[in-house]
């Protein structure tokens, strides 16, 4: 396709349920999201699964939900200071395996990508420092009313990114599965019942990550 960008397996760096990740070709900073052929698609048995299979258009919903939720955030904190704890979307970009989203890649100082906190969990590697990077993602999530509804270890990763100053920083990031992407979108209805929907995510992330979640601080600790 004249024009758009060329992609290729040695670019991919990530596969998630709905989506293959690569590594944009001319900007360090960014990443491409494609989504996978329905063909290519795991057979799972669960309600998504199903729905997967059955009403295809919902694949197009959860993405959407994932995008409209950025927007609200972003036009919900307008000032220059608003530094947000979810990786940024740049938008659409032709390719030839597909309509990509051009979204924020979170770097380690080299240059690489930066560690998921599922890998530093499973490697044993999580200091206390990523933990107060955690606690600090958590603790913008619910200031600003973000509705997270796929809070898995492999959705944080830790690495830098450019403050309000421009200067890069270490920070813990939410790169994925923000958005009230449920059929019934409990999280949409109000405040305090997204907040009890971020309280329950962190839960459920202690479960491979050995950490202790505290509902009155809204912090993890270590077990």
Request: with cysteine.
């Amino acid at each position: 396709m004249p024009g758009s960008l060329l992609l290729s397996s040695a670019d991919s760096v990530a596969s998630g349920v709905q989506r293959v990740i690569y590594l944009h070709p001319d900007d360090p900073g960014k990443l491409i999201k494609i989504l996978k052929p329905a063909s290519e698609l795991k057979h799972r048995t669960n309600f998504n699964g199903v729905m997967d299979r059955w009403f295809p258009s919902t694949r197009l919903r959860q993405i959407r939900k994932e995008y409209n939720e950025y927007v609200r955030v972003m036009l919900n904190n307008p000032e220059p200071e608003f530094h947000a704890p979810i990786s940024h979307i740049y938008g659409f970009v032709t390719t030839n395996l597909g309509l990509g989203c051009l979204t924020e890649r979170i770097r380690n100082q080299d240059g690489s990508l930066g560690q998921t906190l599922a890998s530093k969990s499973k490697a044993g590697t999580l200091t206390d420092q990523d933990i107060d990077l955690l606690n600090d993602t958590v603790i913008r999530l619910f200031r600003h009313d973000i509705r997270a509804s796929d809070m898995n270890p492999s959705n944080f990763v830790f690495g830098y990114r450019a403050d309000d100053a421009g200067t890069e920083k270490m920070e813990c990031v939410l790169v994925d599965g923000f958005g009230d992407i449920h059929a019934v979108p409990v999280r949409s209805m109000a405040k305090w019942s997204n907040h009890l929907g971020l309280d329950d995510s962190c839960k459920r992330l202690t479960r491979n990550t050995k950490l202790v979640w505290d509902s009155k601080r809204r912090q993890f600790s270590r077990s």
